[in-house]
């Protein structure tokens, strides 16, 4: 999820208001039916029919999800009823994939347990179900939307971050990411947010014997999203003082072949890269209203990570760099130059460390959120290597959904950020009698 710098026209138009529900005659009806077709969530749904979704779903058991989950919504006969189904089958989705990922159960097929993508599938199933369910009883539009926000985050784990108070534990919080570039490949997986499975609810210990306590979440891949606040809201009660705030996180994403980076600066700027909803954004991040921020808005945020310590090859097959370089138009300039060693004084952002689409996004947001409530609380973000499937299975159209290069990758990706956020606890928090 780098910087990507091809201007792409995007193909779908988001929807980011609720219709008025008074419009009931049938041209207004199906006016809001196309608009609804039109949603971000609704342009990603399009994709299920594809052949690499049926076979992931298939393979994984997660087949079974959206199909039961359409018929026990229709069995609901009140909004309240609804809105308590919908959030324990979205939490029962997470806890589900959280447990095939970590062995617990059975695996519900041949799809190795490492992966993140029958998650994302089932997640688009059960949207689908909401978005074309027509219960007994009245129910608007905005009503609905208020629905399918309650599946998106707890199918998620936005809504489920569980950590401990105390000082006898260190609290770590990381996020990862849906797969992405879908329309190139529907077989992509994201190791950002295999890893985010694979973490979530799991202790480390230290070398001195320390408990670190991890928890996760994943988000989507859509413009819209972000511009709504979920980054923000997510994270804002974690990242408050108290008893069970946050000692060290970080945002993970997928970025350059072979390494991982440590993202050193983050820019105020949106690339215009289309997401997962075909939708393009191209403007300064725009942060939501409502929550903790800083003013006037920064161009810039840094990373808060121990960045030295992290560097290197010693905590897994792929080295680790120390990512400096941003995009900036100089103070009094008009066109972007690429800087080596960070921004100048007075500089806009074109682009930072991480480039100038989601993944620079979530960093610069989570950063700036710190620096408003918690500044001296270490986070900031982590690119893992991309990953590709074997060399005998490039071709989409030919391949197969899955190999054991793909596979092996994928489970050295996620071994090696956990020894790395091993390290940056180790190099970056302080704790009584340390």
């Given at each position: 999820?780098?910087?990507?710098?091809?201007?792409?026209l995007a193909l779908g138009t988001a929807l980011t208001a609720a219709l008025p529900l008074a419009l009931t005659a049938p041209a207004a009806a199906r006016d809001r039916a196309a608009d609804a077709d039109r949603s971000p969530v609704a342009v990603e749904e399009q994709r299920l029919s594809l052949a690499a979704p049926r076979e992931i779903l298939r393979r994984s058991g997660f087949d079974e999800i959206g199909p039961e989950f359409a018929r026990r919504l229709a069995?609901?006969?009140?909004?309240?009823?609804?809105?308590?189904?919908?959030?324990?089958?979205?939490?029962?989705?997470?806890?589900?994939?959280?447990?095939?990922?970590?062995?617990?159960?059975?695996?519900?097929?041949?799809?190795?347990?490492?992966?993140?993508?029958?998650?994302?599938?089932?997640?688009?199933?059960?949207?689908?179900?909401?978005?074309?369910?027509?219960?007994?009883?009245?129910?608007?539009?905005?009503?609905?939307?208020?629905?399918?926000?309650?599946?998106?985050?707890?199918?998620?784990?936005?809504?489920?971050?569980?950590?401990?108070?105390?000082?006898?534990?260190?609290?770590?919080?990381?996020?990862?990411?849906?797969?992405?570039?879908?329309?190139?490949?529907?077989?992509?997986?994201?190791?950002?947010?295999?890893?985010?499975?694979?973490?979530?609810?799991?202790?480390?210990?230290?070398?001195?014997?320390?408990?670190?306590?991890?928890?996760?979440?994943?988000?989507?891949?859509?413009?819209?999203?972000?511009?709504?606040?979920?980054?923000?809201?997510?994270?804002?009660?974690?990242?408050?003082?108290?008893?069970?705030?946050?000692?060290?996180?970080?945002?993970?994403?997928?970025?350059?072949?072979?390494?991982?980076?440590?993202?050193?600066?983050?820019?105020?700027?949106?690339?215009?890269?289309?997401?997962?909803?075909?939708?393009?954004?191209?403007?300064?991040?725009?942060?939501?209203?409502?929550?903790?921020?800083?003013?006037?808005?920064?161009?810039?945020?840094?990373?808060?990570?121990?960045?030295?310590?992290?560097?290197?090859?010693?905590?897994?097959?792929?080295?680790?760099?120390?990512?400096?370089?941003?995009?900036?138009?100089?103070?009094?300039?008009?066109?972007?130059?690429?800087?080596?060693?960070?921004?100048?004084?007075?500089?806009?952002?074109?682009?930072?460390?991480?480039?100038?689409?989601?993944?620079?996004?979530?960093?610069?947001?989570?950063?700036?959120?710190?620096?408003?409530?918690?500044?001296?609380?270490?986070?900031?973000?982590?690119?893992?290597?991309?990953?590709?499937?074997?060399?005998?299975?490039?071709?989409?159209?030919?391949?197969?959904?899955?190999?054991?290069?793909?596979?092996?990758?994928?489970?050295?990706?996620?071994?090696?950020?956990?020894?790395?956020?091993?390290?940056?606890?180790?190099?970056?928090?302080?704790?009584?009698?340390?």
């Amino acid at each position: 999820m780098r910087r990507i710098r091809t201007r792409l026209l995007a193909l779908g138009t988001a929807l980011t208001a609720a219709l008025p529900l008074a419009l009931t005659a049938p041209a207004a009806a199906r006016d809001r039916a196309a608009d609804a077709d039109r949603s971000p969530v609704a342009v990603e749904e399009q994709r299920l029919s594809l052949a690499a979704p049926r076979e992931i779903l298939r393979r994984s058991g997660f087949d079974e999800i959206g199909p039961e989950f359409a018929r026990r919504l229709a069995a609901t006969h009140s909004e309240e009823a609804a809105k308590r189904y919908v959030e324990r089958a979205g939490r029962a989705l997470w806890e589900r994939a959280v447990g095939r990922v970590q062995g617990r159960g059975p695996a519900g097929g041949d799809l190795s347990r490492d992966d993140d993508r029958p998650l994302y599938w089932a997640r688009l199933e059960m949207t689908r179900a909401l978005r074309e369910w027509q219960p007994s009883f009245g129910l608007s539009e905005e009503r609905r939307a208020a629905l399918a926000g309650a599946l998106e985050r707890a199918s998620r784990g936005e809504d489920s971050i569980d950590l401990p108070p105390g000082r006898g534990v260190t609290r770590v919080l990381v996020t990862g990411f849906d797969p992405f570039q879908l329309d190139a490949d529907p077989r992509r997986s994201n190791p950002s947010g295999a890893s985010a499975l694979a973490l979530d609810g799991t202790t480390l210990r230290t070398s001195s014997g320390r408990a670190v306590r991890i928890e996760t979440a994943v988000f989507p891949v859509r413009w819209s999203d972000f511009a709504a606040g979920t980054v923000e809201h997510t994270l804002l009660p974690h990242f408050r003082p108290g008893p069970r705030q946050v000692d060290l996180f970080t945002t993970v994403s997928q970025g350059r072949p072979g390494r991982f980076d440590v993202e050193r600066t983050n820019g105020a700027w949106r690339g215009g890269y289309p997401d997962n909803a075909r939708e393009s954004r191209t403007e300064t991040v725009p942060i939501p209203d409502g929550v903790p921020t800083v003013r006037p808005q920064p161009q810039w945020t840094h990373t808060t990570l121990p960045y030295r310590a992290l560097t290197g090859d010693a905590t897994g097959p792929y080295p680790v760099h120390d990512n400096t370089e941003v995009t900036e138009v100089p103070a009094g300039g008009t066109e972007p130059v690429k800087r080596p060693n960070g921004p100048t004084p007075g500089s806009t952002a074109r682009a930072g460390g991480g480039g100038d689409y989601l993944s620079n996004e979530i960093a610069y947001r989570a950063t700036l959120l710190r620096d408003a409530v918690a500044p001296s609380l270490p986070g900031g973000h982590l690119h893992t290597p991309v990953l590709d499937f074997g060399p005998g299975n490039t071709d989409p159209k030919s391949g197969t959904v899955t190999d054991p290069v793909f596979v092996r990758n994928r489970l050295a990706i996620v071994g090696q950020l956990r020894e790395l956020l091993r390290t940056a606890v180790e190099a970056g928090c302080q704790w009584p009698g340390a």
